[in-house]
């Protein structure tokens, strides 16, 4: 079952400019994370927010949490043609069991 | 690093045939995990594993059966092909820390089944 639905299912911006994608899911949470994928590839890990936390930073992304609304949002800062890719969160449940719950994704596309 | 391979990058397969798709983690993770990618359906959990010999069926596990008799090698095994499982195949690992399970993954095998 798919607990994370997110949007918008397709961002096409400029190089330069930030992009934002939000993340909402239906149950409890520990942790809340973020994945990327190249086209064609596995995914990579990018950043991981704990459900006490409310913001967090890494480089040129930016999560927030809001357990109250059970959604996230990903900001990538000054986006660069590097970045274009599928971006995904993951929630992992309120239980212990190492699975985690994906989203459908967000396709990023940065133009030049 | 952590090195998560998976036996192939594409495979092409006939309807009928039993395929085995490897995936194998180098971090002595105990988690391990099979994903199918499709298009607008995201991923999908077929079969988890949380230590050797022990597995546990995900959200798809029809069509599809797994063994992982050591901990860093879990196999994903087609017993008979079929077209609808074609598919981008993900592999992943993770290491139980409290309550961090950040996964680590393979780059995918992509199965055309005809």
């Known amino acids: 079952s798919q607990q994370g639905e997110e949007d918008p299912q397709a961002l096409s911006i400029q190089e330069g400019e930030n992009a934002t994608m939000n993340c909402s899911y239906k149950?409890?949470?520990?942790?809340l994370q973020w994945y990327r994928q190249n086209s064609g590839r596995g995914l990579v890990h990018l950043i991981l927010?704990?459900?006490?936390?409310r913001e967090k930073h890494s480089g040129r992304l930016r999560v927030t949490l809001d357990t109250s609304k059970k959604s996230s949002s990903l900001l990538i800062t000054a986006s660069r043609a590097a970045d274009t890719a599928s971006y995904f969160c993951?929630?992992?449940?309120?239980?212990?069991?190492?699975?985690?719950?994906f989203g459908q994704g967000t396709t990023l596309q940065v133009k030049p | 690093d952590v090195k998560v391979t998976q036996s192939s990058r594409y495979l092409v397969k006939r309807t009928g045939e039993k395929v085995f798709l490897e995936c194998v983690q180098d971090?002595?993770?105990?988690?391990m995990f099979w994903y199918r990618q499709d298009p607008g359906l995201g991923l999908r959990l077929i079969y988890f594993?949380?230590?050797?010999?022990?597995?546990e069926k995900g959200d798809i596990p029809e069509g599809y059966s797994v063994s992982r008799e050591k901990k860093e090698r879990f196999s994903l095994i087609l017993e008979s092909a079929s077209t609808n499982q074609t598919s981008m195949y993900l592999c992943?690992?993770?290491?139980?820390?409290?309550?961090?399970?950040?996964?680590?993954f393979g780059p995918g095998t992509r199965l055309t089944v005809t």
């Open positions: 927010i704990r459900s006490n936390e």
């Open positions: 971090m002595d993770h105990e988690n």
């Open positions: 594993s949380y230590d050797v010999k022990m597995k």
């Open positions: 992943a690992s993770s290491f139980v820390s409290g309550r961090i399970h950040e996964q680590y």
């Open positions: 149950t409890s949470i520990n942790n």
């Open positions: 993951a929630t992992d449940g309120s239980g212990n069991t190492g699975k985690l719950i």
